[in-house]
């Protein structure tokens, strides 16, 4: 049987990338990571099999992460909006245009989108499982969802005119 | 956009259906109406298209960190991406640490104890560091570097133990900076693809302790303190494997 900590270490990589849509920033994304593997760690005994361990570690993250959050809104901004937000946007220039073109629009999305899309069209929760680890009714993860992938090719097709609008 | 207000299955209906979301009965309406209306259809393979690109956007972003390998190799860069590596190793070794065998050690007052506590914590996220990296390190080349940075915290007659009488090969290894100073740790093998690893870091106060042995979860660590030295040897096998393991690999070190 595959051990709490194989399983924990397993998802790493994806709860790496969620971390990074959630905090748009490296150094940041790897602080919310460890503290997301310390809770889950000293919260091992409220994780019951056979629940769902992929869900219930996300949805660690993003308590963690939206209490930050709040708790930062209520201190003055000491970092500039410039310097933190770099983006998840990695080596863009390596991608494939239309891989890069849509890292670019997602990346102007609102945070909630973004972390929809990624729950969803990227880790492949189901809609029943993104509410539970976003606390929000199922019903307003499937309009939403629904509002972030218009949102995302309206992006893309501004993207599009302004491109065609340079040739010319 | 006509097709946003004149189609009678909306938006919300199509992107649930890309996911998987509908029940058998919406999904069969969905699919005849995809067949006759083209603008519903491309929309449809729009989104699927869209959610491949960004699959592949933010693929590079889940493995950015200790999946790479540890390799030795990666010693020469900066220390501060080392340092940043070295925290999310910890994380996964807090794992084994944070709640099974945490309670005896940091209530110690006793300095014996205290520096085996510490050194079980090394040597385990070392371990652990390294079977979450992907990494298979090139040993060949480093074998010296990795014998010289062993001489370096075990003293100069210290050679790299030899555990082929177990059945364990060397296949890699790393030198360390930890708190304590330097340290080694050491990864061997066996055919069956089990992993045991030898820590050596340097032992503050001299201490002096028997061997001790540690289980938690599925993990075992072996280790003393001796004279400057500490050592641990860490692995998934039984105790009495490990002891033997530990026993011929400290021969190697006491000359």
Redesign the interface.
């Known amino acids: 049987m595959t051990s709490f900590e194989e399983r924990l270490i397993a998802e790493l990589p994806a709860l790496r990338r969620y971390g990074r849509v959630l905090c748009r920033e490296r150094e940041a994304a790897e602080d919310l990571l460890q503290d997301c593997v310390e809770r889950a760690l000293r919260r091992r005994h409220l994780w019951r099999r056979p629940g769902n361990f992929r869900a219930w570690l996300f949805r660690i993250m993003h308590n963690i992460h939206a209490n930050d959050v709040r708790w930062r809104a209520r201190r003055p901004r000491s970092v500039a909006l410039e310097e933190g937000h770099t983006g998840a946007a990695a080596p863009v220039q390596e991608l494939r245009a239309e891989v890069g073109q849509t890292l670019a629009a997602f990346e102007q999305l609102g945070d909630d989108q973004r972390q929809l899309l990624v729950l969803i069209a990227v880790e492949g929760f189901s809609y029943r499982e993104a509410a539970r680890i976003l606390a929000l009714p199922e019903g307003t993860v499937m309009s939403r969802m629904a509002r972030a992938r218009e949102r995302l090719l309206d992006i893309r097709d501004g993207q599009a005119r302004d491109r065609v609008r340079r040739i010319k | 956009m006509k097709d946003r207000q004149a189609s009678p299955i909306?938006?919300?209906e199509?992107?649930?259906y890309?996911?998987g979301?509908l029940d058998s009965g919406r999904r069969a309406v969905v699919e005849r109406h995809l067949s006759n209306h083209g603008e519903a259809a491309g929309r449809v393979s729009?989104?699927r298209?869209?959610?491949d690109?960004?699959?592949?956007?933010?693929a590079?972003?889940?493995?950015?960190?200790?999946?790479e390998p540890l390799a030795i190799a990666q010693q020469r860069r900066a220390r501060d991406d080392r340092a940043?590596r070295w925290?999310?190793a910890?994380?996964?070794a807090?794992?084994?640490l944070?709640?099974g065998a945490g309670s005896w050690w940091y209530q110690t007052e006793r300095a014996g104890e205290r520096r085996m506590a510490e050194l079980v914590h090394e040597a385990v996220t070392a371990h652990?560091a390294y079977?979450?990296s992907s990494g298979a390190v090139n040993l060949r080349s480093e074998r010296s570097k990795l014998a010289e940075a062993l001489r370096q915290v075990a003293g100069a007659r210290a050679v790299l133990p030899d555990l082929t009488p177990l059945g364990y090969e060397l296949t890699g290894g790393m030198p360390l900076d930890e708190a304590a100073g330097p340290a080694v740790l050491l990864v061997y093998r066996n055919r069956s693809g089990e992993v045991v690893t030898c820590y050596f870091g340097r032992n503050g106060p001299k201490e002096e302790t028997p061997y001790a042995i540690k289980e938690s979860?599925?993990i075992n660590v072996v280790s003393r303190l001796e004279g400057g030295l500490g050592y641990a040897v860490t692995g998934s096998v039984t105790s009495d494997e490990l002891m033997k393991i530990a026993e011929l690999g400290y021969r190697a070190i006491s000359g």
């Open positions: 909306g938006l919300e199509l992107s649930a890309v996911d979301e729009a989104y298209r869209q959610d690109y960004l699959r592949q956007a933010l590079p972003l889940a493995d950015e960190g200790v999946t940043s925290r999310m910890a994380a996964a807090l794992l084994l944070v709640v652990v079977l979450s979860h599925g």
